[in-house]
């Protein structure tokens, strides 16, 4: 908060600080103290402690007087915020949410939670970018195209599940889709990250076709390849049945076709068979695709005097209205 004219908020909190004792001054001066009551008798005395009364009253008005001193001063509400005045990079993630995510090899996290968590991050640390996300299952979909809209990637990337989108895993679609909604973005850099445990077996797309077009689009292509062979704890709640599922999951790690495919796209390949590479990741992938961004702060200016002008006049009219209908009857 900020006043345009703060001298009147010093100089009523003065002259209420000084009133008090010009007060007594004058009292001392000019009143003279008469006992109600007959001669020789009990003093009167109001039925409970007026004396109280007033000096609360007192109070209460004195700070309505300067409730309204600082509504003359002009009471401000400053806020600010970040502008950015040149665009960031445009990213895609293209999420693999199959089934076989949820395979319990990233430090005793799911396949699925581990990507999760490293995106959110990552998108965390570039408030500048546009990022959208693209799910992949048996099916593929647009689930938040490229934004800077945090909260709205946030709430869908933290709403979405395990096999939403079906038993398989159309990598060929997703990347075709991610290339669809990148391809009229003039951003630099542009880039498709694709996060995934297997290998292509759903949808008519195959996945080294649909990256060999990132290089005419000017898109960098990640594979990204999370995940282990051999007997995996898997833990599992299909999102149709409700039935959860647990065991051991015979995963059948093949990183040649994913190799294959970020060869065709011109891209870059990793291997993530632990949380800590995964990190690396996606460290490799924030320095890499970093961006030259220029930013400002804008300051806004909210007027508060109403409000404390309504204070101020209520607080002050309550005490006219106590000490005349009330405390007046014994005055």
């Known amino acids: ?20 004792f010009i007060s007594r ?58 502008v950015w005045l040149s665009r960031g990079a445009d990213i895609i993630f293209v999420l693999d949410i199959s089934p076989s995510m949820a395979c319990l090899d990233m430090n005793s996290k799911s396949r699925f939670e581990a990507s999760r968590t490293m995106i959110r991050e990552f998108v965390t640390r ?26 709205a990637f946030f709430s869908r990337l933290d709403a979405l599940r395990l096999g939403e989108l079906g038993d398989g895993t159309a990598l060929g679609l997703g990347l075709a889709i991610a290339g669809l909604h990148i391809s009229n973005s003039n951003a630099a850099p542009k880039a498709v990250v694709l996060i995934t445990d297997g290998e292509n077996n759903a949808g008519s797309i195959n996945p080294a ?29 299909d999102p149709f049945t409700k039935v959860r599922r647990t065991g051991l999951f015979e995963s059948r790690f093949n990183s040649e076709n994913l190799k294959h495919i970020a060869s065709r796209g011109n ?9 800590d590479m995964l990190i690396d990741a996606f ?29 101020g006049s209520v607080i002050i009219v309550a005490v006219r209205c106590i000490r005349r209908y009330i405390a007046g009857i014994f005055l």
């Open 1 to 20: 908060m900020a006043f345009e004219y703060l001298f009147l908020v010093i100089a009523g909190i003065a002259i209420l600080i000084a009133l008090p």
């Open 25 to 82: 001054m004058v009292k001392d001066a000019l009143v003279i103290d008469v006992p109600l009551g007959s001669p020789g008798g009990t003093p009167f005395k109001p039925p409970y402690s007026f004396s109280l009364l007033m000096k609360i009253l007192r109070a209460a008005e004195r700070i309505g007087v300067l409730v309204l001193f600082i509504a003359a001063a002009g009471p401000l509400f400053l806020s600010s915020r970040t």
């Open 126 to 151: 570039r408030p500048g970018d546009s990022i959208g996300l693209v799910a992949v299952g048996k099916d593929a979909s647009i689930l938040v195209p490229p934004t800077v809209d945090r909260d």
């Open 209 to 237: 076709t649909a990256a060999a077009v990132f290089p005419g689009l000017a898109v960098n292509l990640w594979v990204i390849a999370v995940g282990s062979s051999g007997e995996i704890p898997i833990d599992y709640i």
């Open 267 to 275: 891209g870059i390949y990793i291997g993530a068979p632990s949380a």
């Open 283 to 311: 460290a490799m992938l924030d320095r890499r695709e970093l961006s030259i961004q220029r930013s400002g702060t804008v300051t806004q200016t909210k007027p508060m005097y109403p409000a404390f002008v309504i204070v």
